[in-house]
Nanobody, 122 residues
Framework: QVQLVESGGGLVQAGGSLRLSCAAS????????MAWYRQAPGKQRELVAA???????NYADSVKGRCTISRDNAKNTVYLQMNSLKPEDTAVYYC????????????????WGQGTQVTVSS
């Protein structure tokens, strides 16, 4: 089974930058889409950015032009580069990976990381 470990969160001032990383480990799987979500207190979890297996990307309107999602398939890792951060970007950021298991019990699943806190001060 796949395990996801996120890193790179922290406290930054408005206008600063962070790069989040999410590394998948384990065996018996292939990764399809990879994505970053975020959830602020009292709010629903929302998609920030996603990248398909073919490299196609999608971004929330609120982060377009400021964030870049990328993946390193050899390392089973997805990144989120966040620039020009705003206080409204403050949230817990979660990595999500769409996984195909090619060993028993075979199947498709969605795995979540533990979350990493991003706090942007004004």
């Amino acid at each position: 089974q796949v395990q996801l470990v996120e890193s790179g969160g922290g406290l930054v001032q408005a206008g600063g930058s962070l790069r989040l990383s999410c590394a998948a480990s384990g065996s018996g799987f292939n990764i399809n889409a990879m994505a970053w979500y975020r959830q602020a207190p009292g709010k629903q979890r929302e998609l920030v950015a996603a990248v398909s297996s073919g490299g196609s990307t999608n971004y929330a309107d609120s982060v377009k032009g400021r964030c870049t999602i990328s993946r390193d398939n050899a390392k089973n890792t997805v990144y989120l580069q966040m620039n020009s951060l705003k206080p409204e970007d403050t949230a817990v950021y979660y990595c999500n990976v769409d996984v195909l298991y090619y060993r028993e019990p075979y199947g498709r699943g969605s795995s979540w990381g533990q979350g990493t806190q991003v706090t942007v001060s004004s």
